[in-house]
Each structure stands twice: as structure tokens, then as C-alpha cells.
């Protein structure tokens, strides 16, 4: 740096009273969890209801049966975990790891 520069970080830390890490620190895992709920909501309605337009899409039944309660559950489960804190615990990260071990299991023995 030329004579007399400042690095951003010390200006952050002068105009918020806290260095620039500490906001990344907060922002960090906030914008992981809405860019997984934003990818998830865009590629349900965005890019199903895109491929509906052009042709009728078919949903099984075992789909609408199990599928589609235990999605609802597991988005309830992750709103709980997220309103529990800023970070997953690793109790909650097995439990988390623990329910797609079991579900994936169960799907596979179903064919």
C-alpha cells in the first residue's frame, strides 16, 4: 500500500466500533442457511413450474404419501434449529445426520 492508505478493515472498524470480522463472522452462516432455503424454493416452484408449462409433470403417489410429509417435517425441523441459534450444534448436526441416514436408508429399502 501506497503511503497514507488505510485498509478497509480499519475504516469498518472505525465507523462500527467492531472489526469487520465480527459482522462476517454473523453474516456468514445467516446467508448459508438462506441460500439453501432460496435454492430450495427456487428449484421447487421456479424450475418445476417452468418444465409444468411445457409439459404435465407426473408425481407418484408415494410422493404425496410419505415424501411430501416428511420434507414438511425436516423444514420444520431446520426453523427450529436455526431459531435456536446462530450455529448447529454438533447434538443437532447428529440428530440432523442421524434422520437423512435413516431416511435414506428407508428409501432405499423401498425401491
Keep these: 500500500m501506497g503511503a497514507g492508505a488505510v485498509p478497509m478493515s480499519q475504516i469498518y472498524e472505525q465507523l462500527l466500533g467492531q472489526p469487520a470480522s465480527y459482522y462476517i463472522s454473523i453474516l456468514v452462516p445467516a446467508l448459508a442457511l438462506g441460500n439453501v432455503f432460496g ?4 428449484n421447487l416452484l ?11 409433470v407426473p408425481v407418484p403417489d408415494d410422493i ?19 431459531a435456536s441459534g446462530a450455529r448447529i450444534t454438533r447434538g443437532e ?11 435414506t436408508a428407508g428409501r432405499a429399502a423401498l425401491g
Design 39 to 42: 435454492s430450495n424454493v427456487f
Design 64 to 82: 404425496l404419501r410419505i415424501d411430501l410429509w416428511a420434507m414438511a417435517a425436516a423444514t420444520g425441523l431446520m426453523l427450529w434449529v436455526a
Design 93 to 103: 448436526g447428529g440428530v440432523l445426520l442421524g434422520l437423512w441416514l435413516v431416511w
Design 46 to 56: 421456479g424450475i418445476l413450474g417452468a418444465t409444468a408449462l411445457v409439459a404435465p
